[in-house]
């Protein structure tokens, strides 16, 4: 990842890596062994002070930041549960000075988090916190170029399942459609991978589950904005009456989320969000559209009212 060639984070996914730096001291592998670098006569009550002002600074610039009705309709339920874990992280209390020193320092390394080491700590943890923030904003803004040259419809796929938390995160080699992408851009793809098992070895062997929640959702959150691309060409939807076989040329109806012209391609989903066929629109009537099976990947495959339906708005 070259950092002349990619650009910034996108101010959807700014929120969601505020939530990585507060991750503390003791969950990262490059910092843990710098505890020893923690002063022991820390202002406990002035550091606390910084952190609620630092959060209100956080959540006044999210609530004026603008996204697209889209993505905030997408992103909404990962961004609530990611502000009330990212509340819970900067309300953890600093413990008491012990007797020991080294007690002292562990202690506080399991609630000094990353931007705290950036801002307030000696040089030598300072400037390694700092590597390493540089290095995660980097690899997310990496990863979500990469995403963005894959096709639209494993984009979508994998942004739905990153949506739904059906997806491993964690395991790129889980994720659904692998072995077509890798036909695709083999190259990309092992990129892919790479960055996303980097990423969650930045963490210790045995992180907290907040630290790894905020790195999961992360990951969740690039998927979803890669998988939208321009917000307003998503087509989304669900069966409203099915067909009475599964196969080529069977024509079914559905209502989306917005008026398609003929000819527009879109995938059904099934249960696990994985593309079982491809349908083309054929017509709209009153409140839904008419759709024929043109291709089926999945000869037992269930088509009910309520199956999803996804696809991108022709120009």
Request: one cysteine or more.
């Amino acid at each position: 990842c070259d950092p002349d060639q990619t650009s910034e984070l996108p101010d959807s996914l700014a929120g969601f890596l505020e939530t990585v730096t507060e991750i503390p001291v003791s969950d990262w592998a490059a910092l843990r062994p710098l505890a020893p670098h923690i002063p022991v006569n820390l202002n406990f009550s002035l550091l606390q002070q910084y952190r609620k002002i630092r959060a209100v600074e956080k959540h006044q610039k999210r609530e004026t930041g603008q996204l697209s009705a889209a993505l905030q309709g997408r992103l909404k339920s990962l961004q609530q549960n990611n502000r009330i874990l990212a509340t819970g992280m900067v309300r953890k209390p600093f413990p008491g000075k012990t007797g020991s020193m080294v007690e002292t320092q562990r202690e506080t390394s399991r609630v000094l988090s990353l931007e705290d080491a950036i801002t307030s700590m000696p040089a030598p943890l300072r400037r390694k916190a700092q590597q390493l923030m540089d290095n995660l904003e980097l690899v997310q803004s990496c990863l979500l170029q990469h995403l963005r040259g894959l096709s639209g419809s494993l984009r979508l796929t994998w942004g739905q399942l990153a949506e739904d938390n059906r997806l491993a995160v964690t395991d790129v080699s889980r994720w659904p459609g692998l072995e077509r992408a890798e036909q695709e851009d083999f190259n990309r793809v092992r990129t892919l991978s790479e960055l996303v098992n980097w990423w969650f070895r930045q963490l210790t062997d045995k992180p907290s589950a907040e630290s790894r929640q905020a790195m999961e959702d992360m990951i969740r959150a690039t998927l979803i904005v890669a998988s939208l691309g321009d917000p307003e060409e998503i087509i989304r939807g669900e069966v409203a009456a099915p067909p009475r076989l599964i196969r080529p040329g069977e024509r079914l109806k559905v209502r989306l989320n917005r008026t398609p012209l003929p000819g527009t391609e879109l995938q059904l989903l099934d249960d696990l969000q994985q593309v079982t066929a491809v349908l083309s629109v054929e017509d709209q009537v009153a409140d839904s559209t008419e759709v024929r099976i043109t291709r089926v990947f999945q000869n037992d495959i269930r088509i009910t009212s309520g199956s999803t339906v996804i696809g991108k708005i022709r120009r």
